[in-house]
């Protein structure tokens, strides 16, 4: 099993420029996660999912987009990226909601907006 | 709201140092705690856990204990490896999960 894998591993994109973050799992999970992490801070959740076709938002929506159209497969979305979403976006996916399951962790995406 | 607040790093200690990473927590309610680890290129990985208070969690020789009246979960390892060196998170799941900033150990021969 590949477990989590996430696409690309590192970016550098222009403001303004759009890009599609893959997350992919192969352990069947009902839920999915995108988070990102910024130096000095936690992990903030900034959409999940929990099951195909579904999305919700986290606690840092703004400026991202999701979708689940495959049960395996969740991507964010950068419509118009700007330096402030520079970070390290961490997907992950459970078998379950959180509040009973382990979270299972890709290694990240670095993504660096000049 | 939630949170989680944890030492500061980085933290370099020798082969079979004693290891402290101190985690506190704010929270409503009684949340359920945890430690991730996260190996250099990999994803977190869960480490132990702890979900009600004076509960201890331990795995690969690390242990943490649920300490309501602190309001700690602090992360102890009596004797630590090179193979240790990682960035160790404090997380905590109210309603939603809510994460510390990471420590990062580095274990030297």
């Known amino acids: ?114 | 709201g939630d949170s989680v607040t944890q030492m500061e790093g980085p933290v370099t200690l020798s082969e079979e140092a004693f290891l402290t990473i101190n985690c506190t927590y704010t929270a409503t309610g009684y949340p359920s705690l945890f430690w991730y680890v996260q190996y250099p290129g990999e994803g977190l990985q869960l480490l132990l856990k702890a979900t009600k208070a004076d509960d201890k969690g331990s795995n690969k020789g690390f242990e943490a204990t649920y300490r309501k009246e602190t309001t700690s979960f602090h992360l102890e390892k009596g004797s630590v490896q090179v193979s240790d060196s990682a960035v160790y998170f404090c997380a905590l799941r109210g309603n939603q999960f809510y994460f510390g900033t990471g420590t990062s150990l580095t274990v030297i021969p």
């Open chain 1, 1 to 114: 099993n590949a477990g989590v894998t996430q696409t690309p591993k590192f970016r550098v994109l222009k403001t303004g420029q759009s890009m599609t973050l893959l997350c992919a799992q192969d352990m069947n999970h009902e839920y999915m996660y995108w988070y990102r992490q910024d130096p000095g801070m936690g992990l903030r959740l900034i959409h999940y999912s929990v099951g195909e076709g579904t999305t919700a938002k986290g606690e840092v929506p703004d400026g991202y987009n999701v979708s689940r159209l495959k049960k395996q497969n969740f991507l964010l979305g950068l419509e118009s990226a700007a330096p402030s979403q520079t970070s390290v976006y961490f997907c992950a996916s459970s078998y379950g909601g959180w509040d009973s399951y382990e979270q299972y962790f890709g290694p990240g995406t670095r993504l660096t907006v000049t």
